[in-house]
């Protein structure tokens, strides 16, 4: 049974920094692929950052190229993405995901890679 449980979202100022984290347990443990995904009341879920087993190849949106970094630690245990500079644009919900597959890249990446995904985290950013 796959299990992601994201945390540390919540309110913040623009200009601001967060550091949601993600428990991986269950199925998790046998991705080659994590990252984050994100959904603003409205719009598609859409990918934010992804990272391969064991922490190699950090992959971002453009949207968020430069601001966020994405880690993983504990073998695969706990996911990070540490956001800075937040703008009121990412404010959305924040989905932890995992995939059986390598990380893809360029275009929808996220929807050939991150099959699975759990309870998200709230980031509100304000003006």
């Known amino acids: 049974q796959v299990q992601l449980v994201a945390s540390g979202g919540g309110p913040v100022q623009a200009g601001g920094s967060l550091r949601p984290s993600c428990a991986a347990s269950?199925?998790?443990?046998?991705?080659?692929?994590m990252g984050w995904l994100r959904q603003s009341p409205g719009t598609e879920r859409e990918g934010a950052a992804s990272?391969?087993?064991?922490?190699?190849?950090?992959y971002f949106a453009d949207s968020v190229k430069g601001r966020f970094t994405i880690s993983q630690v504990n073998a695969k245990n706990t996911l990070y993405l540490q956001m800075n500079s937040l703008k009121p644009e990412d404010t959305a919900m924040y989905y932890c995901a995992a995939g059986p597959s390598a990380c893809r890249y360029g275009g929808s990446w996220w929807l050939s890679t991150l099959d699975y995904w759990g309870r998200g985290t709230q980031v509100t950013v304000s003006s």
């Open positions: 990272i391969s087993t064991g922490g190699s190849s950090p």
């Open positions: 269950g199925y998790a443990y046998n991705s080659k692929c």
